[in-house]
């Protein structure tokens, strides 16, 4: 009877056992099945995540809040891959991958227009991104990938324009005498957005571009103002009361006042001009995975929406959601360009430093 009792109990057991052993593989089924479907319900422009491995060393332009959206999406994505930032002017981080073997640079970000011709292309390789039909605009040259467009405008400090009495609405209004010295504004040899805000005094102060009614304006705005070598100058220094006005960028600004500076964002009544920023992949990149899985994450909607939500950027993506931002088409935006500047960058340039040498004697 023991005997009996004992071959009962031992076969039980085993029932239990295989039961267990069975729910423990069934768990495990479910996981690995879990696992997979997120794997598969990822967005077509994210890659496996198991081949997106090691460090991706960024360059970039960006400001802080919009590496914040940067960072975090990629780190959803890619969690195996640590992201490496070093932020500086695009001019500084050409030289330093053109000039140090050891920047181990993968893409940068930032700082790369429409309007730069060749002018970077020996540092970068080309590469067409995931989300490249849903972009509203393209490199013809194939080697930049768009995520910004940058429409201009006037930075204002609204108390100390209204302790001077005046109205700050256009250029035009910047040539008011009582803003001699007032107003600040990028070196366009030196600043992205010096370089851009004379593209678009020159397109809408004349009857033409770079016609002489449009370089008569500037003869008269370089001895009411002062320049600097940073683009981050112009805001900050308005901000903080150095100034009363100064030449920037529409995201820069709008993102400073959703932060709760107290400045204006204003959009020139003369109009506007829109230009494509965007990223590209060093050509010496050792992380080539990586690098191309940022550009297709650059490119989508989601981040640009993420990007305009926090920091007011107006997206290249047909798809991507404007955030207390204006339509363009309401800004009396005209067209410029491109292989024109590209070409002519240089004359440009000088004719603006010639005055600027001659007028500030």
Request: hydrophobic share 35%.
């Amino acid at each position: 009877m023991k005997r009996l009792l004992s071959v009962l109990l031992a076969a039980a057991i085993g029932i239990s056992t295989t039961a267990c052993s069975s729910g423990g593989g069934a768990a495990s089924s479910s996981a690995s099945a879990q696992t997979s479907s997120a794997e598969d319900q990822r967005p077509y422009y994210v890659r496996d995540s198991d081949k997106v491995t090691g460090t991706i060393t960024v360059y970039t332009t960006m400001e802080e809040t919009q590496q914040v959206v940067l960072k975090e999406l990629w780190s959803k994505y890619y969690p195996k891959c640590e992201m490496k930032i070093q932020a500086d002017s695009v001019g500084t981080l050409a030289t330093k991958i053109r000039g140090d073997q050891s920047s181990n640079a993968d893409v940068v970000i930032g700082g790369l227009f429409q309007a730069d011709g060749d002018t970077y292309h020996d540092i970068l390789q080309k590469y067409t991104a995931a989300c490249d039909k849903e972009q509203a605009y393209h490199d013809s040259n194939g080697y930049y990938t768009y995520y910004d467009v940058q429409l201009m405008c006037l930075v204002v400090n609204p108390s100390l324009r209204d302790q001077l009495g005046i109205k700050i609405e256009g250029y035009e209004d910047l040539l008011n005498p009582k803003l001699k010295g007032k107003i600040i504004l990028a070196d366009p040899n030196a600043s992205s957005s010096g370089w851009r805000q004379l593209q678009t005094i020159l397109t809408v102060m004349g009857d033409k571009f770079n016609d002489d009614k449009s370089w008569d304006y500037i003869k008269k705005l370089i001895p009411m103002s002062f320049s600097t070598t940073s683009s981050k100058d112009v805001y900050n220094l308005v901000s903080n009361g150095e100034y009363v006005a100064g030449l920037s960028y529409e995201s820069s600004v709008k993102a400073m006042i959703k932060d709760g500076a107290p400045i204006e964002c204003v959009y020139m009544k003369e109009g506007n001009t829109a230009m494509a920023g965007g990223a590209a992949i060093v050509k010496s990149a050792k992380n080539l995975e990586a690098a191309q899985s940022m550009m297709d994450l650059l490119s989508s909607s989601e981040f640009q929406s993420l990007r305009a939500k926090e920091s007011s950027g107006r997206g290249s993506n047909s798809l991507c959601n404007l955030s207390d931002l204006p339509a363009a088409k309401t800004l009396n935006v005209k067209e410029l360009d491109f292989d024109y500047l590209a070409k002519n960058k240089e004359s440009i340039c000088k004719n603006w430093n010639d005055l600027w040498a001659q007028l500030n004697k």
